[in-house]
């Protein structure tokens, strides 16, 4: 059984990893929409559940110590987002072999198939996990 939901939360926190490490030192706006793609509340203002598990996947790299953010924006993202030292350190040590953990991420995200993303960010998630809280 393959569990998509998970598939969608290892691309959103690869996504979210990324674009903060792609700015970084730079505090920046996170969006759940820029992240999980094109979504529109419904007329009580509720956000689809796709959108609302990346807001969700923001949240819990936060409450990980992954990320730190100054403010929620009602639904739609974090203000002020940057990766932690933890975060950046991870981040840009070399995978074994080879190029930074970031490169390798990004490469997943271009290339790679749900199974392949999936490894890699739980590994980076996981098996790191202990050293980023």
Do not use: K
């Not at 998509?4 to 674009?19: N, Y």
């Not at 933890?86 to 990004?106: E, Q, Y």
């Amino acid at each position: 059984m393959h569990d998509l939901h998970m598939d969608d939360f290892f691309r959103d926190a690869a996504r979210i990893l990324l674009q903060l490490y792609m700015a970084f030192p730079r505090p920046v706006l996170l969006i759940a929409e820029d992240i999980s793609g094109p979504d529109e509340a419904d007329e009580y203002g509720i956000h689809s559940p796709r959108h609302q598990a990346c807001l969700a996947t923001m949240l819990w790299l936060a409450e990980e110590g992954w990320l730190r953010y100054n403010s929620t924006l009602r639904q739609e993202g974090l203000d002020q987002a940057v990766l932690t030292s933890r975060s950046i350190a991870l981040l840009s040590a070399a995978a074994d072999p080879g190029p930074t953990r970031a490169h390798t991420l990004a490469h997943q995200l271009r290339h790679g198939t749900s199974d392949t993303l999936r490894a890699h960010m739980h590994d980076l998630l996981f098996a790191h996990g202990a050293s980023a809280s």
